[in-house]
């Protein structure tokens, strides 16, 4: 697919459910085409064919699992050759339960590469192609318990203070360059991360704390569209 849109074209993981699918609609809305990724591709056909009907923008599906090394290479070199590709929205995944003395360490394993490994070269490839053409937006999902990882378990909030800090460093790199680089750090979503995916008991988090995707997410274009590097979106305050 050659993007025709004048916005072009975003590239969005994590895009069948949650944040992600509420990004790829907001960003539709904006007019980009899309290039939405994740493993259910029933559900991302599904999603292709609202998008292009409410929006008029271009919509291709790719099948991937980021945790799989050789389909993270398919998305990462989609990004390096696909010169129409002018947004990364690194979103995809997962929390992995428990304390580390007794978490399952294939699914830690599992985590890391998704929330971690893939995350990483999906922005160096972005960074690579974007930087050379002078423009583009790199924005990274991390999450709140990057800042106070006391308070959830050590692996997921290692992994999201991982992504907050790459793309504080990115930001720097690539200053003058033409890049635009955001890290969001939403807090407690009712998304199907937490309340289908991760056998965390959500039911026991207090309603006030939790927020909804579309809030997130508006929030978040809210802070992009001032430029912010880092967004809190349950901080109204931008000076918070
Ligand atoms: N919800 C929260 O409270 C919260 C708070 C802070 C940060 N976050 C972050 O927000 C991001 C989005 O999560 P969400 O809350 O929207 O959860 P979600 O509804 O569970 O969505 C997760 C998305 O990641 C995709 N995904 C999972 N494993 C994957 C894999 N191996 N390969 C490719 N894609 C995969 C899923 O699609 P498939 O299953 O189709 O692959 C889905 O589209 C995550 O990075 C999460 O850590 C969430």
Request: negative net charge; without cysteine; charged residues 20%.
């Amino acid at each position: 697919m050659n993007s025709i849109s004048p916005k072009g074209l975003a590239l969005v993981t994590g895009a069948s459910s949650g944040i992600g699918a509420v990004y790829a609609e907001r960003l539709a809305a904006r007019g980009y085409d899309l290039l939405l990724v994740a493993r259910d591709e029933p559900r991302l056909q599904t999603a292709a064919t609202r998008l292009r009907a409410e929006h008029k923008v271009q919509v291709e599906v790719l099948k991937a699992d980021l945790t799989l090394k050789a389909d993270v290479l398919k998305v990462e070199q989609r990004l390096r050759s696909d010169s129409s590709i002018n947004l990364l929205l690194n979103n995809a995944g997962i929390v992995a339960d428990g304390s580390l003395a007794v978490a399952d360490t294939d699914r830690l394993e599992a985590m890391i590469q998704l929330n971690v490994i893939a995350v990483t070269r999906l922005a160096a490839a972005a960074a690579a192609s974007f930087s050379a053409a002078g423009r583009g937006a790199i924005i990274n999902i991390a999450s709140v318990v990057a800042l106070i990882p006391e308070s959830f378990n050590a692996t997921y909030s290692a992994t999201k203070a991982y992504v907050l800090s790459l793309t504080q460093s990115l930001a720097a790199e690539l200053d003058g360059k033409g890049v635009q680089v955001q890290a969001v750090l939403p807090g407690v979503t009712r998304t199907e991360i937490f309340w289908e995916r991760s056998g965390i008991d959500a039911q026991g988090i207090p309603a006030e704390m939790v927020m909804d995707a579309t809030e997130i997410v508006d929030a978040a274009l809210a802070g992009f569209d001032q430029g912010e590097l880092i967004t809190i979106p349950s901080l109204p305050d931008s000076a918070d």
